[in-house]
């Protein structure tokens, strides 16, 4: 069986076609211009991941919301629930650059942190 | 703040903040960025996905992460930012006008200026979409702001037009805040933006995309009540019997974006009409001497990390320009051929090309006219003989190419040069 994937790895999105054997292993790999387009299907076939990027409340700063992202990509099947639960927090002013907004977020092992700082009024 | 400045930048995006930085590198005393929006970063702060910085950092990281890493240096390096005020004007010798609610009108005299202006977004009067006219019909950098950095959310049910990559990623982020995406509808027979952004902004929450397919009517008195789809053929005429009504509150635009030039025209600078943006060589100089231009103000670039690389090459360029370091060039045109819709830089020093031995690395980004499926060659050629020649796997519209030409490699042109694709 032939499954066709658009690596999304890089802007170059390499069309790549895998030929699976009846057990569901791969056996050919085609159409990637470099390694990471191979992992990238091996684990969209087995543990497909996304980086999550949205918004969470902050009061108290001079912006209403902090842009916050997965570290790591997480378990695809995850990122609506995350997005959810993110929603429905609120941080205190002032967040910095990288801080740890939600540790081991759903169980993944993964951190959820600020991609931006919000200061407080008047500077820090 | 001075009144008289060696270089002045208009625009803190990221093109501006590079240029800044590295014209204050490169040895320019004072650099001073005037920014109209509240905080620097340009586009960069609204734009929250990942995505950026694969080429500069060699890390994918969200937009305002990709900008912090900039202004903090910027702000390291002593360089100016004067922030909530606009550039009215510029004149070629480089005089510059300037206001804001503090201190009013402002003059400043530049040594050189760069322009980093960046775009702005085409609007449903610039694709003439019939129909009432009520509200809830956005263009999609809008909604991007007011969802990422205002916190509001414009709607509940969304149509898109335009596949493009700013529609296809804030039909991901509407997903994401609880809205819905019911279609993402796109004219052309391909997609505009990047498959990438197909692949997990829409595949993954299950969007559908309708190709070939347009906007026919939007209806509703006071807000958007619905949208009426139509196919379009080969000739993008709409075909009758086609037509299917969505149930929404609100249109997203995402039909494209237009280089900011208004100042660069009053400065007397030259624009190319293929670009809509400064005709510029590989320094990014203009027409006018010591204005500088980089950025989506320059052409609309897909990567961010080469808005900054132009922005650099410019910051370098105008600081030596200050220094006197720059004599008056004479140039080779690059001039687009066969499948070509628009090349950057549209000119080349001849004396940057002359010597075998000077080798220097040049970046020519440019843009096909249709798309071609398999391996294509972009050949530079003078006259009949091709001087530097790149392979492609395919070239589409949507996607910038960017050919890094070590200037060695166009040693002995002899005129304008031309450049060109095709599958051989
Ligand atoms: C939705 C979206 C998604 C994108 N996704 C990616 C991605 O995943 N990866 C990637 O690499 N790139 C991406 N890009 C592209 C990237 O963001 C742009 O290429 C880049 O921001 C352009 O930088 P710039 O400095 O030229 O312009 P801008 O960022 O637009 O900055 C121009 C600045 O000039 C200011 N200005 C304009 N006129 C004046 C004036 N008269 N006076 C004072 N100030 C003025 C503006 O306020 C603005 O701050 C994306 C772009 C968008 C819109
Ligand atoms: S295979 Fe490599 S080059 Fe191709 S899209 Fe994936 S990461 Fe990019």
Redesign the pocket.
Known sequence: MERKFVCIRC?QGCEITTTLNGNGAITEITGNSCRIGADFVKAELTDARRTLTTTVRVSGGTRPLCPVWTEKPVPKDKVLDLAAQLRTITLNAPVSAGQIIIKNAAGTGINIVASAPVMAPGGK | MNTTYDVVV????????AAAIEAKKTGAGDVLI????DE?????P??I??????VIFKKDLP?PA?AYNFIEEAKTLGIEIVLD????NITPDKKIT?ANSRDGFLEFEAGAIIL????RERTRANIRVPGDRPAGVFT??TV?RLVNIEGLMPGKNFVILGSG??GM??ARRLTLEGANVLKVVELMPCLTGLRR?YVQCLQDFNIPLSLSTTIKRIIGKKRVEAVETVKVDESLNPISGTQETIACDSLLLSVG?IP?N??SKKAGVILDPLTGGPAVDENMATNINGIYA?????T????????SKA?MIAGTNAALYTMGKSSSPKYYRLIPGDGVRSVVPQRINTSNIALKSSSTEILIELRVLHEFDSKVFIDIMDGDKVLYSHMEKYARPAEMITLRVDTSKLAGATGDLTVVVSSK
């Open positions: 802007p | 208009v625009g803190a995006g990221p093109a501006g903040l005037i920014e109209r929006n620097p970063g340009g586009i960069l609204q734009c996905h990942n995505g950026f910085g694969s937009g990709y005020t606009m550039v009215l300037a980093a202006m960046g775009c999609a950098g991007q990559d700013i990623i804030m952004n974006l900011e208004e100042l980089a950025g989506n103000v320059v609309i670039y897909d990567l961010v990390d080469y808005v922005g």
